[in-house]
Protein backbone atom coordinates (compact mmCIF):
# COMPACT_ATOMS: atom_id res chain seq x y z
CA UNK A 1 0.00 0.00 0.00
CA UNK A 2 1.27 3.37 -0.95
CA UNK A 3 1.53 6.59 1.48
CA UNK A 4 -0.02 9.62 0.58
CA UNK A 5 3.12 11.43 -0.51
CA UNK A 6 3.84 7.95 -3.32
CA UNK A 7 0.18 8.58 -4.71
CA UNK A 8 0.91 12.24 -4.81
CA UNK A 9 3.89 11.69 -7.08
CA UNK A 10 1.38 8.94 -9.39
CA UNK A 11 -1.02 12.04 -9.63
CA UNK A 12 1.85 14.46 -10.29
CA UNK A 13 3.34 11.69 -13.17
CA UNK A 14 -0.46 11.44 -14.44
CA UNK A 15 -1.17 14.92 -14.62
CA UNK A 16 2.51 15.34 -16.88
CA UNK A 17 1.51 13.34 -19.30
CA UNK A 18 -2.10 14.93 -19.61
CA UNK A 19 -0.20 18.34 -20.27
CA UNK A 20 2.14 16.80 -22.62
CA UNK A 21 -0.75 15.59 -24.70
CA UNK A 22 -2.94 17.88 -24.00
CA UNK A 23 -0.27 20.55 -25.39
CA UNK A 24 0.24 17.99 -28.36
CA UNK A 25 -3.61 17.62 -29.09
CA UNK A 26 -2.90 14.01 -28.80
CA UNK A 27 -5.64 12.27 -27.79
CA UNK A 28 -5.59 10.76 -24.43
CA UNK A 29 -6.95 8.37 -22.01
CA UNK A 30 -6.84 9.47 -18.04
CA UNK A 31 -7.90 6.19 -16.56
CA UNK A 32 -5.05 4.19 -19.00
CA UNK A 33 -2.81 6.76 -17.82
CA UNK A 34 -3.54 5.94 -14.80
CA UNK A 35 -3.74 2.64 -14.77
CA UNK A 36 0.11 2.44 -16.01
CA UNK A 37 1.26 3.92 -12.84
CA UNK A 38 -1.02 2.05 -10.22
CA UNK A 39 -1.43 -1.54 -9.90
CA UNK A 40 -4.36 -1.24 -7.88
CA UNK A 41 -7.19 1.74 -8.47
CA UNK A 42 -6.46 4.37 -5.93
CA UNK A 43 -9.23 6.88 -4.98
CA UNK A 44 -6.93 9.75 -4.18
CA UNK A 45 -4.99 9.46 -7.10
CA UNK A 46 -7.75 9.50 -9.04
CA UNK A 47 -9.83 12.35 -7.47
CA UNK A 48 -6.87 14.68 -7.59
CA UNK A 49 -6.00 13.80 -11.02
CA UNK A 50 -9.98 13.88 -12.47
CA UNK A 51 -10.30 17.04 -10.31
CA UNK A 52 -7.31 18.52 -10.90
CA UNK A 53 -8.15 18.51 -15.11
CA UNK A 54 -11.92 19.88 -14.32
CA UNK A 55 -10.01 22.58 -12.29
CA UNK A 56 -7.48 23.47 -14.23
CA UNK A 57 -8.87 26.89 -15.68
CA UNK A 58 -9.37 27.87 -12.40
CA UNK A 59 -5.90 26.87 -10.98
CA UNK A 60 -4.36 28.04 -13.62
CA UNK A 61 -6.09 31.82 -12.98
CA UNK A 62 -5.27 31.38 -9.30
CA UNK A 63 -1.74 30.29 -9.83
CA UNK A 64 -1.05 33.47 -12.26
CA UNK A 65 -2.35 35.96 -10.25
CA UNK A 66 0.50 34.97 -7.69
CA UNK A 67 3.04 33.85 -9.99
CA UNK A 68 5.89 36.52 -10.03
CA UNK A 69 6.97 37.17 -13.65
CA UNK A 70 5.90 33.98 -14.47
CA UNK A 71 2.55 31.77 -15.97
CA UNK A 72 1.77 28.57 -15.04
CA UNK A 73 2.10 27.67 -18.67
CA UNK A 74 5.72 28.69 -18.91
CA UNK A 75 6.53 26.65 -16.23
CA UNK A 76 8.14 22.53 -16.62
CA UNK A 77 5.34 20.43 -17.09
CA UNK A 78 6.35 18.69 -14.31
CA UNK A 79 6.43 22.08 -12.02
CA UNK A 80 2.90 22.82 -13.76
CA UNK A 81 1.50 19.54 -11.92
CA UNK A 82 3.30 19.63 -8.53
CA UNK A 83 1.83 23.39 -8.58
CA UNK A 84 -1.61 22.08 -9.89
CA UNK A 85 -2.10 19.52 -6.84
CA UNK A 86 -0.67 21.97 -4.05
CA UNK A 87 -3.23 24.67 -5.45
CA UNK A 88 -5.88 21.79 -5.21
CA UNK A 89 -5.29 20.49 -2.22
CA UNK A 90 -5.09 23.77 -0.21
CA UNK A 91 -8.10 25.37 -1.85
CA UNK A 92 -10.36 22.27 -2.88
CA UNK A 93 -9.61 19.56 -0.37
CA UNK A 94 -9.67 19.10 3.99
CA UNK A 95 -5.70 18.21 3.44
CA UNK A 96 -4.29 20.53 6.08
CA UNK A 97 -2.71 23.51 4.17
CA UNK A 98 1.14 23.14 5.78
CA UNK A 99 0.79 19.28 4.13
CA UNK A 100 -0.46 20.36 1.02
CA UNK A 101 2.28 23.06 0.99
CA UNK A 102 4.92 20.90 2.24
CA UNK A 103 4.20 17.93 -0.43
CA UNK A 104 4.74 19.98 -3.02
CA UNK A 105 7.89 21.80 -2.02
CA UNK A 106 8.84 17.51 -1.34
CA UNK A 107 7.93 16.76 -4.75
CA UNK A 108 9.03 19.83 -5.76
CA UNK A 109 12.68 18.89 -4.45
CA UNK A 110 12.80 15.44 -5.94
CA UNK A 111 11.98 16.99 -9.54
CA UNK A 112 12.93 20.60 -9.61
CA UNK A 113 15.27 23.16 -9.64
CA UNK A 114 16.29 24.54 -6.27
CA UNK A 115 14.78 28.14 -7.38
CA UNK A 116 11.98 26.80 -8.96
CA UNK A 117 11.52 24.75 -5.36
CA UNK A 118 11.35 28.65 -3.59
CA UNK A 119 9.20 30.18 -6.32
CA UNK A 120 6.72 27.56 -5.95
CA UNK A 121 6.88 27.38 -1.80
CA UNK A 122 6.66 31.66 -2.39
CA UNK A 123 3.53 31.18 -4.28
CA UNK A 124 1.78 28.35 -2.12
CA UNK A 125 2.05 30.44 0.69
CA UNK A 126 1.05 33.58 -0.75
CA UNK A 127 -2.04 32.06 -1.97
CA UNK A 128 -2.19 30.06 1.49
CA UNK A 129 -2.44 33.55 3.07
CA UNK A 130 -4.54 35.29 0.70
CA UNK A 131 -7.18 32.75 1.10
CA UNK A 132 -7.28 32.66 4.80
CA UNK A 133 -7.53 36.49 4.87
CA UNK A 134 -10.78 35.62 2.66
CA UNK A 135 -12.29 33.61 5.12
CA UNK A 136 -12.35 36.17 7.80
Known amino acids: MKNRSELREI ?3 VLY ?12 NVEELIKDQLE ?12 IIEKQKEINKIANKYLV ?13 ILSIGIYEL ?12 EAIELSK ?13 T ?5 HSEE ?4
Open 124 to 128: LDKIY
Open 91 to 102: LYTETPSVVAIN
Open 69 to 81: DWNINRLSKVDKA
Open 40 to 51: VENEFVNELVYK
Open 11 to 13: AMK
Open 17 to 28: QVYIFQDSNVDY
Open 133 to 136: IDEQ
Open 110 to 122: KYSEEKVTKMLNA
